[in-house]
């Protein structure tokens, strides 16, 4: 897996981003104690939606200053029509693999469980609504919100190229706003977006900003350093987080935290991404850009891996999806045994990275046959050679 000019801790950190999220959504798996939702205020979420702001602006901010603003706008909308289509068909799979397994495992209700109600109640509307993205099962919301926040880029993109910070400001106020009466995206029965775009389009044009520092920074500017004082200050936010998330596992009195700092933090909303959970999600993000640099270590196995895996991102979070249900119901087939609950997490990490590598290998092997054969050397050399 040879790269040039990438930093593959982009890549790194997407695909580690995946494995959480498949994680996190089999209940009862304990692999899933060791993701950031639960020694934090945020979790890969924060990651998924940073990272693919980072990664879009990257690639589609040089396709605009190389070929121009049409050609840039055409390729995003095919790449929001590709996404589009992907959400569609892992809908559909998505609900045949939990309407077969609902009726083979009676230990529990994975139409409820995935929020399929809807779809048996009212067919006709729950597919106009699909069609919509308005109906979103369990597992299925980063993706609209990712089709979403793509498909506003032909517009902020230019913005963000010639005034960041103006294009910031605006994304500010607008997340600013987001929380207010009315300022999210319609759901089925009068519901709304788990992932209020509004708000977290803030995320995303913040991780294409810092695609555009990274590409603008000078070469010979100083780094950051664990001693810095932007880095003490993270690193203390990032321990009181992991304090307060490590409280909520543990029966403390109602009173034990003040009231004035329990009306600032709480509630620590995902739908809306409130400040104490983007707060904590940049202190990381800073943390680990100072203290992780590039390496020979993202050559290596498993991180080797993981890069795989986070640059087909679209196709091994659609098989995560897939696998969760699954994983769930070979948990409650087998008695929910801790044993069970671990080889299931590492057996579907196993075929997400398999993905990945047959990937790889199809789109290297398609390179190797379509690169023209070398011509014989003209007579007088092969003469001259003898």
Known sequence: MTQTGRDLRIDFFRGLALVFIFWDHIPGNPLAQVTPRNIGLSDAAEIFVFLAGYAAVLAYGKLLQR?????????????????????????????????????????????????LDYFLSHPQQAVTDELLLRFKPNLMDP????????????????????????????????YLLAPLPDMNLAGPQGGE?????????????????????????PADAPRPTPTGPLFIASALYLAAS?????????????????????????PIDKTDLSP?????????????????????WLQRWPAREMCRMGQ????????????????????????????????????????????????????????????PAPRDPPPQLLHGAR
Request: charge should be positive; hydrophobic fraction near 60%.
């Open 67 to 115: 070929d121009g603003y049409l050609v840039a706008c055409l390729r995003i909308l095919r790449r929001v029509w590709v996404l589009y289509v992907a959400h569609i068909f892992l809908l559909a799979v998505l609900m045949g693999i939990v309407f077969f397994t609902n009726n083979h495992v009676e230990q529990k209700d994975f139409v409820g469980a995935m929020g």
């Open 143 to 174: 993706l609209p919100l990712y089709i979403v926040l793509l498909g506003a880029l032909p517009v902020c993109l230019p913005l963000l190229l010639r005034w960041p910070v103006a294009l910031l400001g605006g994304s500010c106020l607008l």
């Open 193 to 217: 977006w788990f992932f209020n775009p509004l708000a977290w389009q803030f995320l995303f044009f913040l991780g294409g900003a810092a695609a555009l520092y990274s590409q603008r920074r």
């Open 242 to 266: 992991a304090a307060l998330a490590l409280s909520w596992k543990f029966q403390l009195p109602d009173d034990w935290m003040p009231k004035l700092m329990s009306d600032l933090i709480y």
């Open 276 to 296: 104490p959970r983007l707060l904590h999600f940049l202190a990381l993000a800073y943390c680990i850009a100072v203290i992780l640099p590039r390496g020979d």
């Open 312 to 371: 087909y991102s679209l196709e091994v979070f659609c098989l995560g999806v897939l696998l969760a249900p699954l994983a769930d119901a070979a948990n409650n087939l087998l008695d929910e045994h801790w044993l069970v609950r671990l080889a299931t997490a590492m057996a579907g990490l196993a075929l997400m990275m398999a993905l990945a590598l047959w990937l790889d290998f199809i789109k290297h092997f398609g390179q190797r046959r379509t690169q």
